[in-house]
């Protein structure tokens, strides 16, 4: 059998890499602008998370809607991401890798996720929060897509 599967758009052939670092600390929301320069959403950006000099043993990443008021994604872990290592969550092939090991276990949509995608780059900016448990000033965050285009 042969499956194919229909795009409504089509995709930029460079990768757009957002990255930042996350200074709140331990308890503190870091709230980041991720720019999708193309005039259509994506559903599939690679989303990295680097603990620190300090293990990270919760972390919440929030997509919020254009007024900042409403969660639309919410993408919560629970295990522990040891000092320096990755976790990394491929929101297009819905695959959960902490420091290259399956951590779908430790993760889940959280209770105020409203979209169906894991999670949604509308076009323009989008406002992301990331909460974490411990970890440190130093941690980073990672998000990877290619901009698509209706």
Known sequence: MLFKMVSPSWFDDTI???????????????TKTVANSGNYYVVNP?????????????AIIQKMSSTGATILNELYFTGT??????LVIDCGALTVLNNGVDASAD?????????????????SNNTVRVTL?????????????????A
């Open 16 to 30: 757009t890499n957002y990255q930042s670092i996350l200074t709140a600390g331990s308890g503190n929301i870091n």
């Open 46 to 58: 690679i989303i990295t998370l680097t603990a620190g000099s300090t293990n990270i043993t919760e």
């Open 81 to 86: 991401l040891l000092a320096g290592n990755a």
């Open 107 to 123: 993760f889940d949509t959280g209770t105020s996720h409203k979209e169906a995608p894991w999670f949604t780059l509308w076009p």
């Open 133 to 149: 448990t411990g970890g440190s000033t130093d941690s980073v965050l990672d998000v990877d897509f290619y901009p698509a285009h």
